[in-house]
């Protein structure tokens, strides 16, 4: 089986996975315009304990509870039985602590993808169509189970945090990938792959936008079987 190449991203122009939206009210705290986490030296505590993670690991489950509105840095502190003077050492405000929480859910549905796209025992087709199922599922699960969180990265999506691009960035070059091994291997037609990735991604937006998995439920047609049907069949090879 031919080995698929390492994930590649680029610097062309592409096409949001996510549309604009209206923003949402924003407070003093709002996450709007933080940096995420990776931009900063994670610092250790004394004791070997790795802080950092605890405080995400403690806002992540107020914040699945009460609203990443309504947690404060005292009470994560609390959680962790740090101080707030703690808390700041690492997060200097609210707002970079629900963005890296919100890094940390988008980042499970990444890696979800990247072994969806690793999978050698599929074609690139049904690979594709485990892929939207995989992101759909997700949203909807957290939409059921996690309302809170689900709220945060509804946020963060219609508010546009820089983390949100990242993540369609991301996404779109797992994509990319899956098709390029699609026309590799003589399953898809040759063209250009990456446009091909935005492609897809925009055709089955409904089934990718935490905000729409509302009314994806009260819109059962198209179905995300029948959106991947019409985006394989664009992609596939014609017949001899």
């Excluded at 933080?34 to 405080?55: E, M, R, W």
């Excluded at 369609?168 to 590799?184: C, D, F, Y």
Aim: aromatic share 6%.
């Amino acid at each position: 089986m031919r080995r698929i190449p390492k994930i590649k991203e680029n610097n062309r122009s592409f096409v949001q996975l996510f549309t604009d939206a209206k923003l949402l009210p924003n407070d003093d705290n709002s996450p709007g315009h933080a940096q995420h986490g990776d931009q900063k030296q994670i610092k250790k505590g004394s004791d070997g304990i790795d802080n950092y993670h605890l405080i995400i690991d403690a806002a992540e489950r107020l914040f699945g509870k009460f609203g990443f509105r309504k947690t404060t840095i005292t009470d994560i502190a609390g959680e962790v039985h740090l101080s707030a003077a703690s808390v700041y050492r690492f997060f200097p405000s609210r707002s970079e602590i629900a963005t890296a929480v919100c890094k940390k859910l988008l980042s499970k549905i990444e890696a979800k993808a990247e072994k969806v796209a690793l999978s050698s025992s599929d074609s690139p087709a049904k690979r594709i169509r485990n892929l939207i199922s995989a992101v759909q599922e997700t949203h909807h699960k957290q939409d059921m189970h996690d309302r809170n969180l689900h709220k945060l990265v509804e946020a963060a999506t219609a508010e546009k945090w820089a983390i949100i691009d990242e993540h369609n960035r991301r996404m779109t070059a797992i994509i990319e990938q899956i098709i390029a091994s699609g026309i590799a291997e003589g399953e898809f037609r040759p063209w250009d792959a990456s446009l091909a990735a935005h492609l897809v991604n925009t055709a089955c937006i409904r089934f990718c936008d935490p905000r729409l998995v509302e009314d994806d439920d009260q819109k059962p047609e198209p179905t995300l079987d029948q959106m991947i049907d019409f985006c394989v069949s664009a992609l596939a090879r014609e017949a001899p």
